[in-house]
């Protein structure tokens, strides 16, 4: 997993904090090591590997995994596709000069896009069409984040929270008992604060177009893509998500960067806190 | 920079109902982990309780009083974090009268004792299971019984289903103030399995299995005579079932347990109560009736006293070992009143008659025996 992580804990002594921490490191690297797709003995590499030809086994926690990316994919008519990591291969954030792949270049990937063909069940997943893969990016990092305030909680810590790469998880308030203020960046000035929400217990997620992206002619063009056209998202800059766990901050967050005007709508319908700062560089919701 | 004030409806994960909308929010929570459902053992109770008892207690036979027992109770349940229970009571008895009366010929032992007891239980919850450890002391003046027990009880994923485990032990001794038998001990050892399914909101039935053993002084030193084995085992069967009529705010309680001793005796007890909701102020009234059974040690020897006694044998003239069959009706009237406190009046009534048994014939020669409770409960749920 890229990016910074943080566990923070208060109102512990060290020694029942670090071993807290340690239970919750270990399962993140679990988490990473089950689900990456870097590494060739990771259960996405066997699935994708395994794509055009047999089904992979699955255990409980990689169904329930799939299950959630199923309900992405309804709640966001198919936007959030846990099949469109394909496009990668035509998109090169770090290529220099920058290049726009055409269509011709596009077309080929888009085919192999659809999580609808995919085969699943409680047991197994197969990948129909050879070339085919699936990735948890949106869910994984934040499925790992709500894991980790569960084993802190478990340990009886009641004060903290887990920030995984900037998706944050509060396990309860500071010990005095008021919330964390957690800022959000903003999406063009690196290290200022456009915002920030107070959390308690529940989990702040944000998805934007400054992870990865490159400017070509005044144009962004950022690593959240249409499974459509294959094409960067335009409509936000960032989407920042507040709900109880994080991983429905992240999916969320991420489905509304996708559904770009039909964003508010979706975001107030799953009933969670948002802000969001749109290309012109409004933020929204006005009201708050 | 603008605070934004999201912190509203982030919280309470485990009730996503309440909120609006939350597809994703619903599905999320299927996942594994994710919601501390583990650390925070549902099962767990998260409310304190004390509570304040007095019982009074009088039995009588024709034409005579006998015994009087007042006892003030304390109890309390106190949550410690998510998963830990701590709950502890004491109750101090002093009693008064004539000791049980078998026969008109002995006139009893007199009897002005008063007994001390405590209990405390620690419980923790991990996952599905719940351990409880616990702790009780009984002292009277010639009397002291100490004991400790073990339970552990798994929860189904649903929680619908609970299996209880549990041992105990007891360790008694008896040191009589007449002398008999002094310094004499009894240990005994007991196992229970159990299972509480609840068939549907709204029913719900329970069985428990216990086994006990034990080994030591059984007899009871103020009776003259009275000898019995020095071990005794007894396995007793008891299941319960309610059901909750919603429509009239009511819920059906039965009750039946078996109770098979080595002494010779075996009991029947079958419990009826009706816990009827009144639409005023919350007060609930439970009408209650119990109808007991037991037919006779095999060692109990009818009156007159002492016949059949032979030296050397076991022997007993105490009439609770004999045949006979009891009824006890009671009502129990229970209402909230503020800020978590609760009241409730119980009044019972127990009759005690050799022509009640129905399994056999009750014992001749004994009489009928009465008593009566009255009992008062302050609750306060914190």
Redesign the interface.
């Known amino acids: 997993m890229a990016g910074e992580h943080e566990i923070h804990i208060a109102g512990a002594d060290a020694d029942s904090a670090r071993r807290a921490a340690d239970d919750a490191i270990a399962d993140v690297a679990r988490i990473e090591a089950k689900y990456s797709r870097y590494r060739d003995d990771s259960i996405l590499s066997r699935i994708n590997a395994a794509a055009g030809k047999q089904a992979v086994a699955v255990d ?2 990689t169904h ?2 799939l ?2 990316a199923d ?2 994919h309804a ?1 966001s008519d198919g936007l959030f596709d846990i099949t469109s990591g394909v496009l990668r291969r035509a998109w090169n954030f770090r290529r220099e000069p920058p290049h726009v792949p055409s269509h011709a270049e596009l077309a080929p990937l888009l085919e192999l896009i659809g999580w609808h063909d995919v085969e699943w069940d409680e047991r197994c997943v197969r990948l129909p069409r050879a070339g085919m893969e699936i990735d948890f990016g949106g869910i994984g990092k934040e ?1 790992a984040a ?2 980790v ?3 802190l ?4 810590l009641r004060h903290g929270f887990v920030n995984l790469g900037g998706d944050v998880r509060a396990l309860g308030p500071q010990v005095d008992g008021t ?1 964390w ?1 957690v ?1 959000i960046r903003h999406p063009r000035a690196q290290d200022v ?11 702040l997620a944000t998805s934007g177009d400054y992870e990865r992206y490159f400017d070509l002619d005044g144009k962004r063009y950022c690593h959240i893509l249409d499974p459509r056209t294959g094409m960067p998202v335009t409509w936000w800059q960032s989407v920042s998500v ?4 994080c ?2 901050a992240g ?2 967050a991420t489905i509304a960067m996708l559904r770009e005007a039909d964003a508010p709508s979706f975001l ?6 948002w ?1 969001g700062v749109a290309a012109d560089g409004t ?1 929204l919701p006005a009201t ?1 | 920079m603008a605070w934004v004030e999201a912190a509203v409806g982030v919280t309470r994960v485990e009730r996503p109902h309440e909120k609006r909308g939350g597809a994703l929010l619903l599905s999320a929570l299927a996942l594994p982990g994710v919601v501390p459902t583990d650390a925070n053992a549902q099962s767990a109770p998260d409310k304190g309780i004390f509570e304040a008892q007095y019982l009074s207690y009088r039995d009588w036979q024709p034409g005579r009083n006998r015994m009087k027992v007042d006892a003030p109770a304390f109890y309390a349940l106190m949550p410690i974090g998510d998963t830990w229970v701590v709950e502890g009571g004491m109750v101090y008895d002093s009693m008064s009268g004539a000791s049980p009366l078998y026969f008109n010929v002995l006139s009893g032992a007199s009897v002005g004792d008063y007994r001390t007891a405590g209990d405390i239980k620690v419980t923790k919850y991990v996952g599905n299971q719940a351990v409880s450890v616990g702790a009780f002391v009984s002292s009277e003046q010639d009397f002291l019984s100490r004991g400790a027990s073990l339970n552990v009880q798994y929860f189904s994923e649903d929680r619908n289903r609970t299996w209880l485990l549990g041992v105990a032990g007891t360790n008694d001794r008896i040191n009589a103030t007449n002398g008999v038998a002094p310094n004499s001990t009894r240990n005994s050892v007991e196992f229970v399995v159990g299972i509480t399914q609840a068939l549907s909101p709204s029913d719900i039935v329970q069985s428990n299995l216990t086994y006990y053993t034990g080994h030591g002084y059984y007899s009871d030193p103020y009776k003259p005579l009275d000898t019995r084995p020095s071990d005794r085992q007894t396995w007793a069967w008891l299941t319960r079932y309610n059901h909750y009529f919603a429509d009239a705010d009511a819920t059906l309680k039965l009750g039946y347990r078996l109770l098979l001793d080595s002494f010779g005796s075996t009991s029947n007890a079958v419990d009826v109560a009706w816990a009827q909701g009144l639409p005023w102020y919350g007060i609930a009234v439970t009408p209650a009736l119990r109808f007991y059974t037991q037919t006779a040690a095999n060692f109990y020897k009818n009156p007159p006293f002492p016949s059949g006694y032979v030296d050397g044998d076991n022997y007993s003239a105490d009439t609770r070992l004999a045949s006979f069959g009891a009824i006890t009706a009671g009502v129990t009237v229970a209402a909230p009143l503020w800020d978590g406190w609760n009241v409730s009046l119980r009044a019972d009534y127990y009759r005690q008659d050799p022509d009640w048994q129905i399994f056999g014939t009750g014992s001749p020669g004994i009489q009928i025996f009465a008593a009566r409770w009255f009992q008062v409960n302050l609750t306060k749920n914190f």
């Open positions: 409980d926690e329930a995994l299950r959630y309900q992405c709640q499925y709500d894991r305030a569960t084993i909680i478990g340990h009886g919330p203020r800022g604060a456009l915002a920030g929400f107070d959390l308690v217990d529940g989990a507040v709900a109880p766990l991983v429905v999916s969320c107030d319908a799953q009933g969670v806190a802000l933020v708050r």
